[in-house]
């Protein structure tokens, strides 16, 4: 167990190297940072002064050192635009993507589980088509336009008026399927809680969770369908097994049968997927953040694209990548408690 | 089903609850602000940029400001007299007072001016200043090195600054006065000015707090904001769709692509206002022998249909330009209007032995201007018609600049806004002879030089009499439009919108630079 974790722990330094050797090989092709700092009016020979003072003018194996040196110790610069340290930045904008990622997640666990175990179990029925077949609509919208057509939907809202006016049924489908609107599109809100360090948190306050639920659905959309279909696929091939025959042939209870006895074995592939999407999921929250104006790493990040600011694309980069490697560290692990067979270090039993 | 329907049921509580709660956090006098970007420091001087001047407006006052048909309002200054050609004295206001409780006087005006003329962003400008002197406690005369007609102009950019706040060391023995660019200084994190209002939060890219300065010293404006909330939201879809659902009061940049939406809803209003940037094209006579030719020149800017692009791509939300000047401008001069003329572009390419036409590169920004690549590609269309046959490239800001500033392509987008609101500017920096020790012409991509003009408008910048500096700018456009010194195409327009009740018409202007102080809102 400590071996394997120091085996990761190597993992992640090693990773990181590469992605900063990487990210430093690019900063040229980033653009300017220069021309976001300076008016329009201001000479050449400013702009070099300023070029000088941040360094850019070394060349490139000089900045390498500079900055792995100061790595090592922590320190991965200082942000251009938040004239500020970047991993203080980071840590700044870590927590809202944290909680956003982790309610799309919960989201996810709470429908894709029963949704898929249920049309595993009863592949024929409506229910089961109906999901299957919304799940691939599901699979193929992008995130951006999920989050347009939830936010026209339920913070602008609709008015609909296709159906007579004047029937009773029809000005009461008509209202039905108009919506108010209301929903906050854009950012956390203001009624958020302190807990500790950097963190506030949308969870605690009813104005503060009414934020929450658009970007987290959005983001969850583009999941939730894949899993249904993993589970309920895991869940089809593990009824056919011996061993829920067996189950069965001694009468112990279906319901038994299927949530602990079958969905025990289904969730194994599950939790090796799950962990390398969840991962997946913090990138993708780029997206879903730029249309929710949310506060968190991923509109930082475009933002620090957008604006050249090269320490702090180059600090994210790192970042994301130590992200990955323990994520799927956990993920190994919780491997290795829910089946035992599993021997992390990868010697032979 | 019954989770779609419990789903469907606490939505609906959502809605109620989010609806009941509405009238509480929007009280009469809270304006919630959604633009595109939140001021990058609290140091004004730091960075001169649009929005470092509209977040001045709101902490600080000007000495004077201009009006929306660009007349000077007094500010902080309230009397200036031109008392020889190169000394201007002006009178400045009592009894204002900086939001840390100091008094307000001429040396403040003074500290301001000299720290203006040590900002790497605003030296430029501030070059024709010798030297400012406090006579008195509210007199203060400003020489200049020559007589320069801008001074006013100049003015509108001095917010004076809090002297006694901003000066001595900070803890860790620094200058609090010092101006440090993506630094870590005292003045971009500390604030005290005169403005209306008083910054009490800043979570830079979240949100900014102001409250109204309760010793504001303009008691007599009608405008009743408290208090105000400065969300920064850069993705203009979502900027739009905070405003219709209620999010926020007042939006800026309207892109042109919801104005329609924006016009047709209830709930909102919609305010454009002609603007004061210039887009337009830049021809390379270095790399492209043929730009070297007027007819060549003539011929594309003939080619081009800036109506039709200002009509239809920018769906009115452009003004058509044939000059530099918008209407208001010193040399704003009436006659020179856009000139489609397809068939004489022709004619003229034959005459000057291109009938077959070229080929050529092209750059342009893809989001820095309103529709930027879609213009350019319009344009590229048009002049394919006089058989320019054009390659073009767009890219993202970031990378725009570092390849425009390589000079290695053969026509260039540019958009311009005149940093002392005035006409001199334009041709300084976009169509002067290229001279890098004086600077001028540093924005002269197509390397395009014209000595006779930049004479007369050299000389135009010491005339002091504004009606026959005025006449000199008029026929300096004039000759840069017979000769195709730059391409021009329109002047980008600015959309507002805001909620009903938020009166936003009478303080906003083509400056781009709200009022928000005189705002009045009534619900």
Redesign the interface.
């Known amino acids: 167990m400590i071996a394997f974790l120091i085996k990761r722990l190597m993992h992640a330094v090693l990773v990181m190297f590469v992605i900063s050797v990487l990210a430093f090989a690019i900063q040229d092709n980033l653009g300017d940072p220069i021309q976001q700092m300076v008016g329009q009016s201001v000479p050449e020979s400013e702009r070099d002064a300023l070029r000088e003072r941040l360094g850019l003018n070394d060349p490139f194996m000089v900045q390498y050192v500079r900055f792995a040196k100061n790595a090592v110790q922590g320190d991965f610069g200082y942000s251009y635009f938040y004239r500020e340290p970047a991993l203080g930045v980071i840590a700044r904008h870590l927590p809202a993507t944290l909680e956003l990622v982790f309610a799309a997640t919960l989201i996810i666990v709470l429908l894709s589980v029963p949704i898929g175990v249920y049309s595993a179990i009863k592949p024929r029925s409506i229910i089961s088509r109906f999901f299957m077949g919304a799940s691939i609509i599901g699979i193929s919208i992008p995130v951006f336009l999920t989050a347009i057509v939830l936010i026209q939907i339920f913070s602008i809202g609709i008015t609909v008026s296709i159906f007579p006016e004047s029937t009773g049924w029809g000005a009461w489908l008509n209202g039905f399927f108009s919506t108010q609107g209301n929903m906050p599109s854009f950012g956390r809100g203001y009624d958020l809680v302190h807990v500790v360090g950097h963190w506030d948190t949308n969870l605690a306050t009813w104005n503060g969770l009414q934020h929450l639920v658009l970007p987290a659905i959005s983001l969850a959309s583009i999941m939730l369908p894949l899993f249904i279909r993993l589970i309920r696929a895991e869940m089809m091939e593990v009824l056919q097994s011996e061993y829920v025959k067996y189950a069965r042939a001694k009468g112990i209870s279906m319901r038994r049968v299927y949530f602990v006895h079958a969905l025990k074995n289904t969730m194994l592939p599950v939790i090796t997927v799950g962990g390398v999407q969840i991962g997946t999921m913090v990138a993708y929250t780029i997206l879903t953040e730029t249309v929710f104006q949310w506060p968190g790493m991923g509109l930082m990040f475009l933002d620090a694209i957008n604006r050249a600011d090269i320490p702090l694309i180059v600090a994210y980069l790192m970042i994301v990548g130590v992200i990955f490697v323990v994520t799927n560290t956990i993920v190994d692990l919780i491997y290795g408690f829910v089946n035992p067979t599993v021997k992390l270090t990868g010697k032979p039993a | 089903?019954t989770l779609k329907k419990t789903l469907l049921a606490s939505?609906i509580g959502?809605?109620m609850?989010?609806?009941a709660?509405?009238p509480l956090t929007a009280s009469a006098e809270t304006l919630r602000i959604?633009y595109s970007a939140d001021p990058?420091?609290l140091d004004i001087h730091e960075?001169?940029?649009g929005g470092m001047l509209r977040f001045s407006h709101l902490a600080f006052d000007p000495l004077v400001r201009w009006t929306k048909d660009f007349d000077f309002e007094p500010r902080l200054a309230t009397e200036w007299e031109q008392t020889d050609d190169t000394h201007i004295r002006m009178t400045l206001r009592e009894g204002v007072t900086f939001h840390s409780g100091n008094e307000f006087t001429a040396k403040d005006v003074v500290w301001t001016i000299e720290r203006l003329q040590e900002s790497?962003?605003?030296?430029?400008?501030f070059e024709p200043i010798a030297s400012a002197e406090a006579i008195d406690d509210y007199t203060v005369e400003i020489t200049t090195t020559e007589p320069y007609p801008l001074m006013l102009n100049l003015a509108t950019y001095i917010f004076p600054m809090d002297s006694q706040f901003y000066t001595g060391e900070t803890d860790n023995g620094n200058d609090k006065a010092e101006i440090v660019?993506?630094?870590?200084s005292f003045a971009?994190r500390n604030i005290s000015g005169t403005g209306p209002f008083r910054l009490t939060d800043r979570?830079?890219?979240?949100?900014v707090d102001f409250e109204r300065f309760e010793d504001y010293w303009d008691t007599e404006t009608e405008g009743n904001v408290s208090s105000i909330?400065l969300?920064?939201?850069?993705?203009n879809?979502?900027r739009v769709?905070?405003l219709?659902?209620?999010?926020v009061d007042f939006i800026d940049a309207v892109p042109p692509n919801d104005l329609e939406r924006v016009r047709e809803s209830g709930d909102v209003e919609l305010i454009e206002v002609p603007g004061t940037r210039i887009i337009g094209f830049q021809l390379n006579q270095e790399k492209v022998e043929a730009f070297q030719d007027v007819r060549v020149r003539q011929a594309v800017d003939l080619a081009i249909n800036q109506e039709g692009i200002a009509d239809r791509l920018m769906r009115g939300f452009a003004t058509p330009a044939g000059q530099f000047s918008p209407e208001g401008y010193s040399g704003h001069n009436p006659d020179l209007v856009p000139r489609y003329d397809l068939e004489r572009a022709q004619e003229l390419m034959a005459e000057a032995g291109y009938e077959d036409g070229f080929t050529v590169d092209m750059i342009a920004p893809n989001?820095r201007y309103v529709n930027d690549a879609q213009i350019a590609q319009a344009v590229a269309n048009m002049l394919s018609r006089i058989n320019i046959r054009v390659n073009l490239r767009t890219m993202?800001?970031?990378?725009y600049?570092?390849e425009y500033?390589t000079r290695q392509s053969d026509i260039a987008m540019l958009g311009?806004?005149s940093?002392t609101e005035d006409s001199a500017n334009f041709f300084q920096?976009l169509s002067f002879c290229i001279d890098?020790e004086t600077?001028a012409g540093?924005?002269n991509y197509g390397n395009y030089c014209n000595e006779e003009i930049d004479a007369l408008v050299t000389e135009a910048d010491s005339v002091t009499d504004l009606e026959r500096r005025n006449e000199m700018l008029r026929e300096a456009e004039a000759m840069l439009y017979e000769d195709v010194g730059f391409v021009m195409l329109h002047w980008q327009n600015l959309a507002y919108a805001a909620a009903n009740g938020v009166d936003i018409e009478p303080v906003v202007n083509a400056i781009d630079f709200p009022y928000l102080g005189d705002l009045v809102i009534s619900r």
Do not use: C, F
Not at chain 2, 181 to 184: F, I, L, Q, R, T
Not at chain 2, 231 to 235: A, G, H, K, L, V
Not at chain 2, 396 to 399: F, G
């Open positions: 089903m939505i959502a809605t609850v989010g609806g709660m509405l959604g990058e420091t960075q001169l940029s790497p962003d605003y030296k430029a400008i660019k993506a630094g870590n971009s979570r830079q890219g979240v949100r909330v969300t920064p939201i850069s993705e879809a979502s769709a905070a219709l659902s209620g999010g989001n993202p800001l970031a990378q600049w570092p500033d311009w806004h940093d920096y890098d600077g540093q924005y």
